[in-house]
């Protein structure tokens, strides 16, 4: 028998009503059975009474269902599903400002045009550059940003949304 990895990475999605201490009953779900919330990311739905949340979460594989199905049983979630393995589109969206004086802005702008970014934000001694993408182009754009002094860093979570007619 196989053993499974303490920290696989699952992302579900969880449609619920939009009232208050929603999200801390489901967060108390994931608590209870020892996983770690990474990250999370909720907005509106198309109806403003919904919202929809991407939870992504570190924990021993076989809890997940459970976590799933307690999550499904709490009142004011209309369904919460494991997204982990599906054909799915997944962005995540981050920030990071740059001391980018001019002897190394030239240097900095050309690695944030490789990577496809966008400066959102340019002074004489900074620059905030946003990017969009997979997590792994953004854990790599960081990494080459290291050796120039990253001031600050702000990153979204994982967004996700099922491909073709599936709902998230």
């Not at 939870?55 to 997940?64: E, S, V, W, Y």
């Not at 919460?80 to 969206?93: I, N, Q």
Request: proline letters at 1%; glycine letters at 8%.
């Amino acid at each position: 028998m196989k053993d499974s990895k303490i920290s696989d990475i699952h992302t579900l999605g969880v449609y619920v009503s939009n009232k208050p201490g929603v999200l801390a009953r489901i967060a108390q779900v994931f608590a209870r059975r020892g996983y770690n919330i990474d990250s999370l990311v909720v907005s509106s739905g198309i109806l403003g009474n919904y919202s929809r949340m991407t939870i992504t979460a570190q924990g021993d594989p076989k809890g997940l269902d459970q976590i799933i199905k307690q999550v499904n049983k709490l009142v004011d979630v209309l369904h919460c599903v494991d997204h982990t393995h599906d054909d799915a589109v997944v962005r995540e969206l981050a920030l990071i400002k740059i001391e980018a004086g001019v002897d190394k802005r030239t240097e900095i702008l050309q690695i944030v045009e490789h990577f496809g970014c966008k400066t959102v934000d340019l002074t004489e001694d900074s620059l905030i550059i946003m990017v969009a993408g997979h997590s792994d182009k953004v854990d790599a754009l960081i990494e080459m940003l290291r050796k120039y002094r990253i001031i600050e860093l702000v990153r979204t979570g994982k967004v996700l949304m099922a491909r073709g007619v599936q709902e998230t």
